[in-house]
């Protein structure tokens, strides 16, 4: 591994023709396809650059320094990595002839955090009534899932609803990678690590989990849930661990149930699928769904409550909000908002039996 200013040095003399967008606090996101073509996210939206490595070498040896910074191996028998930068951004690198394009990278960048339910609101991404509702159920100890698709802003709104935590509860993160940045004072960052050259020192997210369970957690937040760890999440929400998140992809809160299911059989823990299933309806309480529009913006588009399965053994959703599209503006600009349904959440009593701030008005459709 080499020192973090000699590999800042060698980032800038190898990554140049990219570094006003390394700088550039509204890019949000560097894809490299090869060394002549070379896109960023602005804004949400996708837009060709003019630059241009000088040669393919160039851009093989600032990928081969990022590995070597992190103390991965990237070569022809392990031609994908992910990485951090010093910054926090998040490097994905895929190596020829897996990459048709040649070397291909993508750099998500993570700004210093500063959003907030109320700046959602103000974006139009999450109406005030939505708002109290997910702050009721953060001081329910609700479990819950935000799900959505790549770049639909999952992390994000983590980000945001981790603020609504009492700042007095010890809360343990788990990550494949540094991406949240949780603002109480009492955290435990624990971060996912791979194998060293020789196979060695491997860490996975499940592993972590198991330690977690031993550092007397409040919470335990995840970053996002890829695979196995998925049975390690729903065991822990159901042993007594309430309020705990996570993120995962998925399109439709139902689809968010069946993939966490999926991936909870990627585990090496075999269980009968009905047993399964049991547990994922028991385990989330709360799905939260976002996803991002075709002119760039993100906005929440379902918030559903899970009431476990059906006589069929199917899961029961209870839509309580949901995003009602209005067509575009003259500038292109997505209209409508996030809208009750009139469905009431089952535990409402037991929130007002904990003395929290409970209004009725908030799922009456307008």
């Known amino acids: 591994m080499i020192p973090k200013i000699i590999f800042e040095q060698s980032i800038k003399r190898y990554f140049k023709c990219v570094a006003p967008y390394l700088d550039d606090e509204s890019v949000s996101e560097i894809m490299i396809n090869g060394p002549d073509d070379i896109w960023i996210e602005v804004s949400g939206k996708l837009q060709k650059t003019d630059a241009k490595f000088e040669n393919a070498d160039d851009l093989m040896g600032g ?5 070597q910074y992190v103390g991965k191996t990237l070569n022809e028998l392990n031609p994908r990595m992910d990485a951090r930068l010093p910054d926090g951004s998040r490097v994905h690198v895929v190596l020829p002839p897996c990459a048709r394009n040649g070397v291909s990278v993508a750099i998500r960048r993570f700004g210093k955090f500063s959003l907030t339910m109320e700046k959602l609101m103000d974006y139009g991404s999450i109406t005030a009534n939505a708002a109290e509702f997910i702050n009721l159920c953060v001081h329910s100890e609700k479990n819950m899932m935000v799900a959505g698709g790549t770049g639909s802003g999952k992390t994000s709104l983590l ?3 981790s603020t609504l935590i009492d700042p007095l509860e010890r809360i343990i993160v788990i990550e494949d990678s540094t991406e949240l940045q949780l603002q109480q004072p009492h955290v435990i960052m624990l971060e996912a690590r791979g194998p060293d050259s020789k196979g060695r020192g491997k860490v996975e997210i499940g592993d972590l989990f198991r330690s977690a369970m031993r550092l007397r957690p409040d919470r335990i937040v ?9 049975l390690d999440l729903i065991q822990a929400m159901t042993s007594g661990h309430g309020g705990s998140m996570s993120t995962t992809h998925a399109t439709y809160p139902d689809d968010t149930l069946r993939r966490l299911e999926t991936m909870a059989m990627m585990s090496e823990v075999k269980m009968p699928l009905a047993a399964l299933r049991s547990q994922v309806a028991s385990a989330i309480d709360i799905i939260v769904q976002t996803s991002r529009f075709n002119d760039g913006s993100r906005k929440l588009t379902h918030i559903v409550e899970c009431l476990g ?4 053994g199917e899961y029961i959703i209870h839509p309580l909000f949901e995003f009602k599209h209005r067509g575009f503006d003259n500038s292109g600009k997505v209209m409508g908002k996030l809208e009750a349904l009139g469905n009431l959440p089952t535990f409402l009593d037991k929130a007002r039996a904990q003395q929290l701030h409970v209004d ?3 799922f009456r459709p307008e």
């Open 63 to 67: 990928v081969k320094n990022i590995a």
């Open 159 to 161: 980000n945001c609803i």
């Open 222 to 230: 995840i970053g996002e849930i890829r695979a196995g760890e998925a």
């Open 309 to 312: 399965l059906d006589d069929a």
């Open 360 to 362: 009725e008005n908030w």
